[in-house]
Structure formats: C-alpha cells, structure tokens
C-alpha cells in the first residue's frame, strides 16, 4: 500500500510600502500596505481559497464513511491566519471546519514564514515556531505534531532543533544531490536525529504546481485519471505531493479546469487498492524509516528555484545585507521590551521580502516577478532598505 499525503502551503505576506509613512506613529501602517494586502487576500479568497477549501471539504465529506478516507494536510502561516481574521474571518470558519472533519493535519512552520531557521542562535526561530503552535491551537482546536519549515528549508541542524521541540517529523526536499540513487518515495531519518522526514516528491507535484495549465507541455491537458494512474505506478511507500495552496485558483486559475481535476482527484486515487490517502503522521507512524538523511548546513535545501537551495533568498549582495541587517536587530529589538516593535521586527523577517530581491533571470527569475509586487529587484532592494534604516534609527532612539 502507498501512502499519499497532499499538503498545502497557505501564506501571504504582509506586502511593504512604497514610501515608509514619515511621521507615522502606528510602525505597521507605516511600513506595510494595508490597502494593497487586502485587495490581494480578498481576490485570492475569491479564486482559491474558498472554491478549493470547499471542494475539498466536500470530497471529505464523500469518503468519511468509507474504508479508505480523503485526507490532506495544510501549513497555514500566522501572517496568512492574521489577515483571515482581519479580511475574511468566514474563511477561518471553513478551515474550522476542516479541523473538525478529523481528515486533516495542520502543521506547524515559522508564525512570520521567516528565515529565522538560517540564524546561527536558534532561540528566535523556536519562539516562532512556539507562537506558531500556540496559534493553530488557538484558532484551530489542534496541536500540530509535524513541521513543515518555511519553503521546506532543511538540515541536520533545523531537523535537530525541530525533535529538541517535540515534533514527530518534517519535511523536506527530495534533492538528488541528497538522495542520490535514492527515492524520495520513502521515510527516512536525518543525520543525527530519530524523527522522520518525508521527502517531497518534487516531479509529481510540479507537474500540477507549474505545468497544469502549460499548453506546451506534452501532458498536456492533466486530467484526475492520468495522474492518478502516474501516481499509482509510482513505487515506494510513500508520495508526498506538497504545493502553494494558491496554485489551485491562483496560479492556475479556475478556467483552467484546476478546480474539477482537485474535484475527480480522490475518487480516481482511491479507485487503485493499494493507493491511500494518509496525513503526513500518519505515514510517519506507519512506515518505518529505511535510511538516513544527510544535510550539513552549508548544504541547506528548500523547495525553492532550480537550485533547490537558500540561493533565492540569499544569492547577492542586496539579499545578504537587508538580511543581516534584520539578524543583527535580534538583541536590540528585544531589549526594549516593546511587543509592537518586536512584532513588526519579525514581520519584516517574512521571507517574501528578499525573494523579490532575486536578480537571476530565466525561468526562476520569472518566478520571483510573479510574485514581487514590485518592478524590478532593485526597486524591491530600495523598499526595503528605506524601512529598515526608517525602523534602525526608531530602535536606536529608544535604545537612549
């Protein structure tokens, strides 16, 4: 039998100002485009959220009495479980809904999506992760058990950390430069721990990330059956299929038939005996781990670009220094004491910030435009100097 587990990673940035608002007292208005932000969140509401949110609660529903059950998992980011409560607080409802339906694991990630795992000091990245976890209990009613770092950024050392904090698991790249002539279709341990990792399945879940509605594709067009019978021709324990939500209305917008391939999807996976749909603990539990996993950290993965690496946030100069500019603002934030300064400090952690800094081109390069509010990287770069030379200068005055 082979254990599916389809996750989905939901997040949206608090998106930063134009021109920082001189004399703006309140540092989150003055910093982050509230107008913009809920634009942006109340059309991809529209588009994905709440089509692909019910539709799935739908299928759920379809195979609750059944032997073989539709699950799925979800990373909800704080920032993103922020702006439902402020946007669109009837979304809440429906992953409410979710977590109630008993076929869904939330997971846990950094609160802000940071970088803060990329810290020499750990201790900023496991506060984060705390008020993640204390959040999704909050809001949700559960405790998440596995962790799903920001982009899938891994190593021995995050792995380490992330077991030191009680998870049973996390999850991670399915690199070939770390597996080599291994599949990625397995369990495994990392180096020097005893949790399990789940390998993301990169192939398969790419091939509905990018190439749904790529018309030049040969595939194309992807129906629920012919993936459902690449997956059930996949050999291992395990295919851990692992996506951006918004690629189910965003991305791949709803006339392109995304929506009825996530409709057809269960009924055609469940068709095969020995296909199931597990959450990511539950193949964790079932499957033992066959091998080890090893990630020094100056081999970092993630999901993210070709290279698979921390290269999209941190590839030039631009990058470098806007980050460790906000690293080295660690101490001083938190000696003022002060929650909306050490709030906004953490917002501006959200990895979204340097990814718009990336200036490689070709196809990554058209990535990070899709995504960047702004022109060009430099543009972003100057954005995002001037608040954090605006918010340096406020922390020094307080500092006096």
Avoid at 384 to 394: G, H, P, S
Wanted: glycine share 6%.
């Amino acid at each position: 039998m082979s254990s599916i587990s389809l996750c989905f990673e939901v997040h949206q940035p608090f998106r930063v100002r134009k021109e920082v608002l001189k004399g703006e007292e309140d540092l989150f208005n003055a910093y982050f485009d509230d107008k913009v932000n809920r634009e942006l969140f109340e059309r991809i509401s529209y588009k994905c959220y709440y089509p692909a949110t019910e539709i799935i609660l739908e299928e759920i529903n379809r195979f609750k009495d059944e032997y073989k059950k539709f699950k799925v998992a979800f990373s909800l980011s704080g920032i993103f479980l922020e702006q439902c409560k402020e946007y669109n607080p009837g979304l809440l409802d429906l992953f409410r809904k979710l977590a109630k339906s008993g076929c869904v694991e939330f997971l846990s990630q950094t609160y802000y999506h940071s970088l803060a795992a990329l810290y020499e000091n750990k201790d900023e990245f496991i506060s984060q992760v705390e008020l993640h976890r204390k959040t999704i209990k909050k809001l949700l009613g559960t405790s998440p058990v596995f962790f799903e770092n920001t982009e899938l950024i891994f190593n021995n050392v995050v792995a380490s950390t992330v077991e030191g904090m009680g998870f049973k698991g996390i999850f991670s790249e399915g690199v070939e430069r770390v597996l080599g002539w291994r599949s990625p279709n397995y369990v495994y341990h990392p180096f020097g721990s005893d949790i399990k990792v789940l390998m993301r399945n990169y192939q398969l879940t790419d091939d509905v990330g990018f190439r749904f509605s790529a018309r030049d594709w040969k595939e194309y067009p992807l129906t629920a059956e012919k993936y459902s019978a690449w997956l059930a021709g996949t050999p291992g324990q395990c295919i851990n299929l692992f996506m951006d939500y918004e690629t189910l209305g965003e991305h791949h917008w709803p006339e392109t038939g995304i929506h009825e391939f996530l409709r057809f999807l269960p009924g055609e996976v469940l068709k095969y005996d020995h296909l199931e749909f597990l959450t990511p603990s539950e193949i964790a539990e079932k499957h033992a781990a066959v091998g080890e996993v090893d990630v020094p950290e100056w081999e970092t993965t993630s999901w993210a670009d070709l290279e698979r690496s921390t290269a999209c946030w941190l590839s030039n100069d631009m990058q470098r220094e806007c980050f460790d500019r906000i690293k080295r603002l660690d101490e001083k934030v938190k000696m003022l004491k002060d929650k909306k300064m050490l709030n906004v400090w953490r917002y501006l952690q959200t990895s979204d910030h340097l990814h718009h800094i990336y200036t490689e081109g070709g196809g990554p390069g058209e990535v990070h435009s899709y995504f960047s509010p702004c022109e060009s990287a430099v543009e972003a770069f100057r954005i995002l100097d001037a608040v954090l030379t605006d918010f340096e200068k406020r922390v020094e005055r307080k500092l006096r």
